[in-house]
Protein backbone atom coordinates (compact mmCIF):
# COMPACT_ATOMS: atom_id res chain seq x y z
CA UNK A 1 0.00 0.00 0.00
CA UNK A 2 2.85 2.39 0.69
CA UNK A 3 4.36 1.74 -2.99
CA UNK A 4 1.19 2.91 -4.41
CA UNK A 5 0.94 5.72 -2.20
CA UNK A 6 4.38 7.02 -3.03
CA UNK A 7 3.94 6.53 -6.71
CA UNK A 8 0.67 8.36 -6.97
CA UNK A 9 2.46 10.60 -5.02
CA UNK A 10 5.39 11.00 -7.15
CA UNK A 11 2.98 11.04 -10.46
CA UNK A 12 0.86 13.81 -8.57
CA UNK A 13 3.81 15.87 -8.16
CA UNK A 14 5.79 15.13 -12.09
CA UNK A 15 3.00 15.88 -14.22
CA UNK A 16 3.14 18.35 -16.12
CA UNK A 17 0.69 18.05 -18.66
CA UNK A 18 -3.11 18.99 -18.49
CA UNK A 19 -3.91 15.99 -21.24
CA UNK A 20 -2.53 12.58 -20.59
CA UNK A 21 -3.45 9.17 -22.77
CA UNK A 22 -6.53 7.34 -21.25
CA UNK A 23 -4.53 4.21 -20.57
CA UNK A 24 -1.92 6.32 -18.07
CA UNK A 25 -5.01 7.67 -16.86
CA UNK A 26 -6.37 4.26 -15.83
CA UNK A 27 -3.02 3.30 -14.87
CA UNK A 28 -3.10 6.09 -11.93
CA UNK A 29 -6.40 5.02 -11.06
CA UNK A 30 -5.61 1.33 -10.83
CA UNK A 31 -3.23 2.54 -8.26
CA UNK A 32 -5.17 4.69 -6.53
CA UNK A 33 -7.46 1.80 -6.56
CA UNK A 34 -5.36 -0.66 -4.82
CA UNK A 35 -4.96 1.54 -1.80
CA UNK A 36 -8.40 1.72 -1.59
CA UNK A 37 -9.03 -1.68 -1.63
CA UNK A 38 -6.55 -1.90 0.87
CA UNK A 39 -8.90 0.20 3.05
CA UNK A 40 -11.87 -1.17 1.96
CA UNK A 41 -11.31 -4.96 1.46
CA UNK A 42 -13.88 -6.93 -0.47
CA UNK A 43 -16.39 -4.26 0.49
CA UNK A 44 -15.44 -2.76 -3.04
CA UNK A 45 -15.91 -3.42 -6.33
CA UNK A 46 -14.72 -2.01 -9.29
CA UNK A 47 -15.51 -2.76 -13.10
CA UNK A 48 -13.74 -1.46 -16.18
CA UNK A 49 -15.30 -1.71 -19.45
CA UNK A 50 -12.86 0.33 -21.58
CA UNK A 51 -13.34 0.01 -25.12
CA UNK A 52 -9.29 -0.69 -26.48
CA UNK A 53 -9.82 1.62 -29.57
CA UNK A 54 -10.24 4.33 -27.01
CA UNK A 55 -7.14 3.58 -24.84
CA UNK A 56 -4.30 6.09 -26.50
CA UNK A 57 -7.48 8.61 -26.42
CA UNK A 58 -6.10 12.47 -24.62
CA UNK A 59 -7.76 13.00 -21.42
CA UNK A 60 -7.37 15.48 -18.40
CA UNK A 61 -5.23 14.58 -16.35
CA UNK A 62 -6.34 13.37 -13.02
CA UNK A 63 -10.00 13.48 -14.82
CA UNK A 64 -11.57 10.17 -12.38
CA UNK A 65 -9.88 9.69 -9.70
CA UNK A 66 -11.98 12.36 -7.82
CA UNK A 67 -15.24 10.77 -9.13
CA UNK A 68 -14.03 7.67 -8.23
CA UNK A 69 -13.17 9.61 -4.65
CA UNK A 70 -17.57 10.53 -4.81
CA UNK A 71 -18.54 7.21 -5.48
CA UNK A 72 -16.51 5.40 -3.08
CA UNK A 73 -17.53 7.92 -0.21
CA UNK A 74 -20.92 8.25 -1.42
CA UNK A 75 -21.80 4.99 -3.26
CA UNK A 76 -22.05 2.47 -0.39
CA UNK A 77 -25.52 0.17 -0.94
CA UNK A 78 -27.56 -0.99 1.87
CA UNK A 79 -25.41 -3.97 2.37
CA UNK A 80 -22.30 -1.36 3.28
CA UNK A 81 -20.85 -2.95 -0.25
CA UNK A 82 -19.58 -0.36 -3.14
CA UNK A 83 -19.65 -1.32 -6.55
CA UNK A 84 -18.32 0.94 -8.83
CA UNK A 85 -18.65 0.35 -13.12
CA UNK A 86 -16.45 2.61 -15.22
CA UNK A 87 -16.83 2.21 -19.11
CA UNK A 88 -14.93 4.78 -21.87
CA UNK A 89 -16.14 4.68 -25.69
CA UNK A 90 -16.01 6.67 -28.19
CA UNK A 91 -19.35 7.72 -29.84
CA UNK A 92 -18.67 9.70 -33.26
CA UNK A 93 -16.33 12.37 -32.47
CA UNK A 94 -16.49 12.39 -28.91
CA UNK A 95 -14.95 10.22 -25.80
CA UNK A 96 -17.39 9.04 -23.61
CA UNK A 97 -16.58 8.15 -20.25
CA UNK A 98 -19.39 6.77 -17.42
CA UNK A 99 -18.89 5.96 -13.56
CA UNK A 100 -21.87 4.43 -12.23
CA UNK A 101 -22.44 2.82 -8.47
CA UNK A 102 -24.83 1.24 -6.78
CA UNK A 103 -25.41 3.44 -3.50
CA UNK A 104 -28.53 5.19 -2.43
CA UNK A 105 -28.24 7.60 -5.48
CA UNK A 106 -28.20 10.98 -5.45
CA UNK A 107 -31.62 12.64 -4.94
CA UNK A 108 -33.41 15.98 -6.10
CA UNK A 109 -31.24 17.92 -3.12
CA UNK A 110 -27.77 16.51 -4.78
CA UNK A 111 -28.76 17.84 -8.04
CA UNK A 112 -29.20 21.57 -6.91
CA UNK A 113 -25.77 21.61 -5.42
CA UNK A 114 -22.76 19.63 -6.12
CA UNK A 115 -19.74 18.91 -4.45
CA UNK A 116 -16.51 20.27 -4.59
CA UNK A 117 -14.75 17.44 -7.05
CA UNK A 118 -17.57 17.36 -9.27
CA UNK A 119 -17.69 21.25 -9.53
CA UNK A 120 -14.26 21.38 -10.15
CA UNK A 121 -14.29 18.69 -12.92
CA UNK A 122 -16.90 20.65 -14.81
CA UNK A 123 -14.84 23.45 -14.47
CA UNK A 124 -11.89 21.86 -15.59
CA UNK A 125 -13.64 20.65 -18.72
CA UNK A 126 -15.08 23.60 -19.55
CA UNK A 127 -11.60 25.29 -19.50
CA UNK A 128 -9.83 22.87 -21.39
CA UNK A 129 -12.85 22.08 -24.00
CA UNK A 130 -15.30 25.16 -23.75
CA UNK A 131 -18.82 23.74 -24.73
CA UNK A 132 -17.18 20.67 -26.49
CA UNK A 133 -17.43 18.82 -23.24
CA UNK A 134 -20.46 17.91 -21.15
CA UNK A 135 -20.21 16.36 -17.47
CA UNK A 136 -24.24 14.73 -16.55
CA UNK A 137 -24.87 13.79 -13.18
CA UNK A 138 -28.21 11.52 -12.52
CA UNK A 139 -29.45 7.95 -11.98
CA UNK A 140 -27.73 5.45 -12.57
CA UNK A 141 -28.97 3.52 -16.05
CA UNK A 142 -31.43 0.55 -15.24
CA UNK A 143 -32.23 1.28 -11.44
CA UNK A 144 -34.87 3.33 -9.70
CA UNK A 145 -34.69 6.68 -9.29
CA UNK A 146 -33.28 6.53 -5.73
CA UNK A 147 -30.83 3.49 -5.97
CA UNK A 148 -27.23 4.10 -8.11
CA UNK A 149 -25.36 7.16 -8.82
CA UNK A 150 -24.00 8.33 -13.15
CA UNK A 151 -21.94 10.44 -13.84
CA UNK A 152 -21.36 11.02 -17.70
CA UNK A 153 -18.20 13.02 -19.22
CA UNK A 154 -18.22 13.79 -23.31
CA UNK A 155 -14.72 15.18 -24.78
CA UNK A 156 -13.43 16.09 -27.78
CA UNK A 157 -11.75 12.71 -28.98
CA UNK A 158 -8.25 13.06 -29.69
CA UNK A 159 -5.60 10.45 -30.02
CA UNK A 160 -1.85 10.95 -28.44
CA UNK A 161 0.44 11.16 -31.52
CA UNK A 162 2.04 7.84 -32.46
Do not use: W
Not at 4 to 12: E, Q
Request: charge should be negative.
Amino acid sequence: MLLRLSTLLRRSLDEEAHEVPLRQELAFVNDYLEIQRGRFGDQLTVRLGVDPMVLDARVPVFLLQPLLENAIEHGKGDDNRTTISVSAGREDDRLCVTLEDNGPGIGDRALMREGIGLRNTRARLHHLYGTGASVQLGSASGTRESCGTRVEIRIPFSETPS
